[in-house]
Antibody
């Protein structure tokens, strides 16, 4: 059974870069079958797909975040990461990493607060 | 992108009652629709995938139906642990999108 665990700072200053890492166990991110994905949820609101990294490093990003976003994979450590630059308070959310195919397998999520 | 519209936003019901949740897609997504349940402070949890297939361990009181643009999640008789927020999600095309959620609350 796959497990995903988000890690990173819970507080980021406005205009800085938000960096999160997802550590995967129980599966290999190099397996080529799943999309290794980030999804976020602002407090009290709904779910927003951020983007994914796929086998070989192929990425796909939410168009509304594309100019500020990088998602990358580290196969040697079985991790993938999110980098979101120039953050504002609107980027405050719980960030989930996930394994996506027919269904979504979720990490527990990490709350990231952007402070001004 | 596919827009998913859920209704109602809030459903106030008593334990033992039947809950009917709707999800409408802005275009034909065949049967590529899932339903997730989310409780406060937790990640969403899969209930139904591909419109009508119950996930492992999900009780039979949960059922899903629909195809194309109109989908329904039915909870035949609400148990106390079923009061939560429910999201639909499509995988027909990228970007993955989610409905705005239906909160099932105790009346």
């Amino acid at each position: 059974q796959v497990e995903l665990q988000e890690s990173g700072p819970g507080l980021v200053k406005a205009s800085r870069t938000l960096s999160l890492t997802c550590t995967v166990s129980g599966d290999s991110i190099s397996s080529g079958f799943y999309y290794w994905t980030w999804i976020r949820q602002p407090p009290g609101k709904g779910l927003e797909w951020i983007g994914y990294v796929y086998h070989g490093g192929t990425t796909n990003y939410n168009t509304s975040l594309k100019s500020r976003l990088t998602i990358s994979a580290d196969a040697s450590n079985n991790q993938f990461s999110l980098y979101l630059s120039s953050v504002t308070e609107a980027d405050t959310a719980v960030y989930f990493c996930a394994r996506v195919a027919t269904t979504i397998e979720w990490g527990r999520g990490i709350l990231v607060t952007v402070s001004s | 992108e596919v827009v998913l519209t859920q209704s109602p936003a809030t459903l106030s019901l008593s334990p033992g009652e039947r809950a009917t949740l709707s999800c409408r897609a802005s275009q034909n997504i065949k049967n590529y629709l899932a339903w997730y349940q989310q409780k406060p402070g937790q990640a969403p949890s899969l209930i139904i995938y591909d419109a009508s297939n119950r996930a492992t361990g999900i009780p039979a009181r949960f059922s899903g139906s629909g195809s194309g643009t109109d989908f329904t999640l039915t909870i035949s008789s609400l148990e106390p642990e079923d009061f939560a927020v429910y999201y639909c999600q499509q995988r027909s095309s990228w970007p993955l999108t989610f409905g705005g959620g239906t909160k099932v609350e105790i009346k």
